[in-house]
């Protein structure tokens, strides 16, 4: 399995990496073994699988982790992910105001919030991934972001995680 932070050139991950600063625009969690590439991800339509080998033709890999789960983790997450995320919106009002505090906080300097105040519960949202990665053995325990964390900030909070090597 690896995750994988990604840009491409369609016009949402351009205006997402001009708002935020940042490298990447979104994350994905590709599972090699037992889906045979498999990707979850999301998107303006959702939370969805497709095909790593159709999907990469449309964008660029930024940033990628391996973990070299046994095959019952990687089994047991893809259950999790798709019983828990599988179908639910984009959090679009949590993304309007990110952006919007990401904004303020670039030009003007104002402090970013601890929490999304227009999250919801009902949809997906990038640090959502969080919550996800607290509750799989061998994967890293994680400060939730409050729904103010960017597909990069994951990025940062994971850079230096290896599966299987305790830090």
Sequence with gaps: MKLVWTKSKSPISIVIRIITGDDCSHFAFVFEKAAKGLMFHSNLLGTHPKFFQTAKKHFDIVHEKEAALPIELEDQLWDLIVEKYDGKPYDLGGVFYLGW?????????TPMPLKNKWASAEAFFCDELY????SVPGFPKVVEGGGMDTPHDVWEKLKDWEYGVAS
């Design 101 to 109: 505090r990401k904004i303020l906080n670039r030009i003007l300097k």
């Design 131 to 134: 919550e996800i990665f607290n």
